[in-house]
């Protein structure tokens, strides 16, 4: 009977999941009711925090051998949708004016425009830029914590995922290298639809802060606290090699 219990709770926990994360995909690409990339983090997040606790109540009563292989198609779907939200604030997003590029409307001036503008190969030209603005009072503080520590922080859930999905990343050389490859990635697409800025220094902060994350979710105190809140088994999914 408890267990019966236990099946009808996850059921629901997960359908919630499901209903918010539909309604934030109509959200997502529905112009009529875009909300600001605040609201749709909360949605995601609110998503995922009910499918991980539909998923820890499902492997209560479950075969051990299948707890695993449950946790980590929830840690890959989370992953996903972090990466498609990722996509749509880098590059399609109309809050922030992205996604009117058009390959068959060129125009030169724009492109001319985006160079002279939005086009920085300077390292650290656009931090101490904004560092001074802020300390000299000539920008609001949200533009300094969006334009710096956002990108701080926009990548550290990579610190997360990768090592969890992919073991070779466990490896700090192995992460690093592919954290500027990612990065770069962004920013090449940046460059190529003219959607924000192509910005050495959002190359800096975004590896810095994937990399910041890496080592403090190695902690070994950190990497324990994990592993007991995501019930990581080491010889299944092991965090840490």
């Known amino acids: 009977m408890k267990k019966k219990i236990s099946l009808i709770l996850s059921i629901i926990l997960y359908l919630v999941a499901i209903f918010i994360l539909l309604y934030y995909f109509s959200v997502e690409f529905n112009e009529l009711l875009r909300l600001s990339p605040t609201g749709r983090i909360v949605l995601l997040l609110s998503g995922c925090l009910f499918m991980y606790f539909g998923g820890l109540v499902l492997t209560k009563y479950i075969d051990k051998k299948y707890k695993n292989k449950v946790l980590k198609i929830n840690i890959g779907i989370w992953f996903i949708l972090y990466i498609i939200l990722l996509s749509t604030l880098t590059l399609f997003d109309d809050y922030f004016y992205r996604g009117n590029f058009n390959i068959l409307n060129w125009d030169n ?6 160079l002279s503008n939005s086009l920085n190969l300077v390292p650290f030209k656009t931090i101490i830029s904004y560092v001074t603005k ?3 009072g000539n920008i609001a503080p949200y533009i300094f914590i969006y334009n710096i520590l956002g990108n701080v922080i926009a990548l550290m859930p990579f610190a997360f995922f990768l090592p969890l999905l992919f073991k070779k990343q466990n490896n700090f050389k192995t992460f ?7 990065v770069t990635g962004i920013e090449l697409l ?14 800096i902060l975004n590896v810095s802060g994937s990399l910041i994350m890496y080592e403090i979710l190695h902690i070994k105190s950190i990497n324990e606290l994990l592993k007991n809140i995501f019930l990581l088994e080491k010889n299944k999914i092991n965090y840490k090699d």
Request: hydrophobic share 45%; charged share 15%; glycine share 4%.
């Open 176 to 182: 690093l290298l592919t954290m500027i490859c990612i």
């Open 190 to 203: 940046q460059f190529i639809t003219m959607s924000g800025s192509c910005d050495i220094d959002d190359v």
């Open 134 to 136: 802020f300390v000299s």
């Open 109 to 114: 001036k724009i492109f001319k425009n985006y």
